[in-house]
């Protein structure tokens, strides 16, 4: 991830967070307007997982900035990938973890 990138593709920091808290909470309270076929709002169907796993990182992310950004200039959420997860659960459960 680049540091210098602009828009979206540009870290989290003090300067575009609100712009950035703004537009999760309308993706966050878009996902749960979504609806089924039959009307039935797409987090209370079976199909909930996918929408509830958004609107719990949505969440966490709008918990979690606030209070990295008193201690850095800026957070790359990339490094919340799923894929250094794994990597970081890997070496814990090669150390005999």
Known sequence: ??????????????????E??????RA????????TKDGTPLHRSKRYLSVIGFVINIDTLMLMIPE???VQ??????SFSQ????????SIRASGG
């Open 68 to 70: 990295l950004l008193q």
């Open 28 to 35: 966050r309270e878009y996902l749960l307007t979504l609806v």
């Open 83 to 90: 894929d250094h997860l794994e990597l970081l659960f890997n």
């Open 1 to 18: 991830m680049n540091p210098r990138a602009k828009g979206f593709k540009a870290p989290l920091g003090a300067l575009n967070w609100m």
């Open 73 to 78: 200039r800026y957070v790359l959420t990339y």
């Open 20 to 25: 950035r808290k703004a537009f999760l909470s």
